[in-house]
Nanobody, 125 residues
């Protein structure tokens, strides 16, 4: 089973960019579908984006389409979230998630069984 550690969060002005990284331990990283979720104070955890084991299939929430890009490097056991044109409403705690299985089968938190500790992203207006 993999363990996940996120990094790259921080404070950025509206319109700015950040790249989050999620480093995974374990040799079987390549067999996991990966995702990013976020949770703002007082709100439920929501889906942001996900990627299949080989990167060929990606999925995005409507709110981030065209601004965020998910990618992965299986050799480095890392998944990335490039966030551009950030908005104040993107402010949240961002979590990396893994699902044992090559494909993304759902976009709910329950569809992913392994979670990182999260990283804070704050976008100032």
């Amino acid at each position: 089973q993999v363990r996940l550690v996120e990094s790259g969060g921080g404070l950025v002005p509206a319109g700015g960019s950040l790249r989050l990284s999620c480093a995974a331990s374990g040799r079987t990283f390549g067999s996991y579908a990966m995702g990013w979720f976020r949770q703002a104070p007082g709100k439920e955890r929501e889906f942001v984006t996900a990627i299949s084991w080989n990167g060929e299939s990606t999925y995005y929430a409507d709110s981030v389409k065209g601004r965020f890009t998910i990618s992965r490097d299986n050799a480095k056991r890392t998944v990335y979230l490039q966030m551009n044109s950030l908005k104040p409403e993107d402010t949240a705690f961002y979590y990396c998630a893994a699902r044992q299985g090559s494909q993304v089968v759902g976009m709910k938190p329950a569809d992913f069984g392994i979670w990182g500790q999260g990283t804070q992203v704050t976008v100032s207006s």
